[in-house]
């Protein structure tokens, strides 16, 4: 057997990446959890709720298993998935549900497979990563749009038209952007795949429970069209894991026929799908949680305003510092006074941009958020902030 030498130099570009990445603020690490959630996006706190604990339970007690031990196409589709599918699609309104793994990998999976080689897909410069590796799988020709600017897209798609593109648009955005906490506009971007007879795909990973009638999300009045697709992520606000995939019957048949992440992966956990299941049980019978996580983001806006800051109205409320190095000592500080914030930096956010990114969740009360919103005025006051 070959010994390693490890005076090779085999880690050594490696090495050179992380001294790059630390010398501009960027290095990144794990931490564990600690202090009053105002980082997670455990938005409706579902994670460790009683209902859920006691669905997996119950789920364990009648033989659910763990694992699904194959793919779906195989041994591995689970009664637990298909109870799920369907019950997703009666309660958001779409022809069919597709359970994945994960949202990442349900927008990876649909963007690389539905799209045909002739078409275009335009993302909203600032949706998901998971949405920009899909296209960048894909067949089709891909384009870029300015964050929500309708007109960027339907110039997109004219440039395309004027250099001889045949097929079809698919126009991609999150409904509910996760760094900034903004909305589509989904009424004009809707408009506009009707009328260059396109797709619109929605993520709406940060609105699924949160937003909309029943907490369906803020895409609740588009679902259920042939050209509309949406994906609602099940580890936010739903507080399980995977995400679904909402849409025509059509085009649920091909990605089963056709899509490789969904063909070739061991299928997600069947307990996972049981949580979902009470979890969408959970979205009907308490609707309390999205007023008083509605509450939550009024008193949260108004103390920003008071702070002079800029204001969302949603749960995701980011604080602009600008600076990375400045951003992650303010985040520590709060750290050290309780509160998990957490900073955002570049690459994921624009340069110039590093913020605190501020996550409203059932897990932190009123009164806790009045603290935090007290202490952060404090530190915001501090000389480089």
Known sequence: MLQRNDDAGHLTRYETSLRRLAGRGRLRGLAQNAGIDFSSNDYLGLASDPRIADALQAALTRG???DAGGSRLLRG???EHQALEEEAAAFF???????FGSGFMANYALLACLPQ??????LDELVHASCHDGAGATRASVAFAAHNDPNAFDDAILTWR???GTGRPWIVVESLYSMDGDRAPLDDLLAMADRHDGFLVIDEAHATGVFGPGGRGLAADHEGHDH?????????ALGASGALVCLS????????????PFIYATAPSPLMAAAVREALRILQDEPERRHRLQRQITQMSQGLRTLGRPATDTQIQPVIIGDPVATMKCAAALQERGYDIRCIRPPTVAEGTSRLRISL????DETALAGMLSALAEELERPGQ
């Not at 309104?93 to 359970?99: D, E, I, K, S, V």
């Not at 509309?228 to 936010?236: A, D, L």
């Not at 019957?249 to 490789?260: F, G, H």
């Open 64 to 66: 659910v298993p763990a």
């Open 77 to 79: 589709n689970d009664p």
């Open 249 to 260: 019957t059509v085009l649920a048949d091909y990605l089963v026929n056709r899509s490789r």
């Open 361 to 364: 969740t059932l897990n932190a």
């Open 93 to 99: 309104g779409a022809q069919r549900a597709l359970y």
């Open 228 to 236: 509309v697709i949406v994906v609602h992520t099940c580890g936010k």
């Open 117 to 122: 080689r002739n078409d275009l897909v335009i």
């Open 162 to 164: 004027k250099k001889g």
